[in-house]
């Protein structure tokens, strides 16, 4: 089964997003992606259900030293003529890549197969756009100046019936610090 690891926005901005994508559906038609709840991809990985049962227990444990904090989204960009996406400040952007690299790290040596999602963390709003289309999008959106307080990991199935994935489990972060953690131990 297929199984992705998110940062899932708030749900005002999962509904803002939802509005950009019909906005440029109802200029360029329908598109990929139009349907995907507002997300940012960390990685995603095929597993059985014994394993995603380990690696529940990895993310729980990773989790808890996890600090929350808000990522500020600060302009529209594209991937050459084919992803349009709303891209994180400097100084979110290398919160956000934190996280990655962590979770990566931690999860790595338990998942055969791990695809990570690259190393430019970012919110697609459409993908496989041609140039007029991508025209369209960069003309349709321009300023983009939102925030959303991120404090969890999100692990999804892929769902075939709806060729979506669903949100299985939330991964609430501790906030904790290593040295709370060493210090509990006594």
């Known amino acids: 089964m297929k199984y992705s690891l998110?940062?899932?926005?708030?749900?005002?901005?999962?509904?803002?997003?939802?509005?950009?994508?019909?906005?440029?559906?109802?200029?360029?038609?329908?598109?990929?992606?139009?349907?995907?709840?507002?997300?940012?991809?960390?990685?995603?990985?095929?597993?059985d259900e014994v394993n995603v049962e380990k690696i529940k227990t990895k993310l729980v444990d990773l989790v808890e030293f996890k600090k929350a904090q808000y990522v500020y989204l600060s302009e529209f960009n594209s991937y050459q003529q084919h992803t349009f996406f709303i891209q994180p400040s400097i100084y979110s952007k290398a919160y956000l890549k934190d996280v990655f690299r962590s979770v990566i790290i931690h999860l790595k040596p338990h998942i055969l197969g791990l695809y990570e999602n690259g190393d430019d963390p970012h919110v697609t709003i459409a993908r496989k756009l041609d140039g007029s289309k991508m025209t369209v999008a960069k003309n349709l959106f321009t300023h983009i100046d939102k925030n959303f307080f991120c404090d969890s990991l999100s692990l999804r199935k892929f769902n075939p019936e709806k060729g979506q994935y669903e949100i299985i489990q939330k991964f609430p972060f501790g906030n904790r610090t290593r040295e709370e953690g060493q210090l509990s131990l006594f």
């Open 6 to 47: 998110v940062i899932h926005p708030s749900a005002d901005f999962i509904d803002y997003v939802r509005d950009l994508k019909k906005q440029l559906e109802q200029k360029i038609g329908w598109y990929a992606s139009v349907n995907s709840l507002a997300h940012i991809s960390i990685c995603e990985f095929d597993s």
